[in-house]
C-alpha cells in the first residue's frame, strides 16, 4: 500500500545517507529530490541504476536483493573470456563468488562453450551484495554473453540457481519486488516456490 511504499522509499534514502556518512564523515545530510532520483528510480529514467539505456543488452541483466531489510537493484554483467579462468569483480560475499561457479558450470553443460572463460561483475551498490539471490540474474547475463542472446533490461531476477538447473527460494521478495517496480521494471522472474507463498497470503488477506 501506499503507506509501506513510503517507509520503504524514505528507508532506502537514510540508508544512503549513512552509508555516504560512514565513507566521507560529511556530518551535513539531507535528503532532496537529487538523492530520491539516484536511489529510488522516480526520475524520468525507467533504467534509473542501470548503467546501459538500450531495451535489451547481450551480457547483462538486473538483479535484486535486501541490505539491511531494504530492496535494492544492481546490475551484473558478463563477458566471455578467451581462457577458461573465472574473473569475479565487485564487493561479493564468498557465496556470490561460490554462484558465478556454480553457473558457470551449469551453462556448459546446455550450450558448447569451448573451454572459454567468463568474466562477471555485480554493480556497485555500497555494501556487500546479498549472495545467491543474485543467481537468476547471474545466469541470464552469462548465458546472454556465451551465447549472444540480449537480455531485456526492463526484466527483474531474483532466486537461487542449483548446479543442476534448479531455481531455488530466497527470502524479502516483497521488497525485492518493491524495488524493482520503482526502478522501472514491467516484469519480475521469481522463483515458483516464492510466487505460490505470495498467492496463499494474497489470498489470506482478501
Do not use: W
Not at 6 to 15: C, P
Not at 40 to 64: E, I, N, Q, T
Not at 152 to 177: A, N, Q, R, Y
Amino acid at each position: 500500500n501506499g503507506v509501506r511504499d513510503l517507509e520503504h522509499s524514505l528507508r532506502t534514502a537514510v540508508e544512503s545517507l549513512i552509508e555516504e556518512y560512514l565513507k566521507t564523515g560529511k556530518t551535513v545530510q539531507k535528503i532532496d529530490r537529487e538523492l530520491l532520483e539516484r536511489e529510488l528510480g522516480v526520475s524520468g529514467d525507467k533504467k534509473a541504476g542501470c548503467p546501459c539505456k538500450d531495451k535489451s543488452a547481450v551480457g547483462m541483466a538486473r538483479a535484486f536483493g535486501v541490505c539491511n531489510g531494504v530492496g535494492r537493484g544492481m546490475t551484473v554483467e558478463a563477458t566471455v573470456l578467451e581462457d577458461e579462468e573465472i574473473v569475479i569483480t565487485g564487493n561479493v560475499e564468498e557465496d556470490t563468488r561460490e554462484s558465478v561457479q556454480v553457473i558457470r558450470t551449469l551453462v556448459g553443460t546446455l550450450i558448447p562453450i569451448q573451454g572459454k572463460g567468463i568474466h562477471v561483475h555485480f554493480g556497485n551498490l555500497g555494501e556487500r551484495k546479498c549472495g545467491p539471490s543474485a543467481g537468476m540474474s547471474t545466469f541470464a547475463a552469462v548465458y546472454s554473453a556465451y551465447t549472444g542472446i540480449p537480455v531485456p533490461l526492463d526484466v527483474g531476477f531474483t532466486g537461487e540457481v542449483t548446479l543442476k538447473g534448479f531455481v531455488t527460494p530466497v527470502g524479502s521478495v516483497k521488497e525485492k519486488i518493491l524495488a524493482a517496480k520503482k526502478a522501472g521494471c514491467t516484469r519480475m522472474y521469481i522463483p515458483e516456490q516464492n510466487y505460490d507463498m505470495l498467492e496463499k497470503e494474497m489470498r489470506n488477506q482478501n
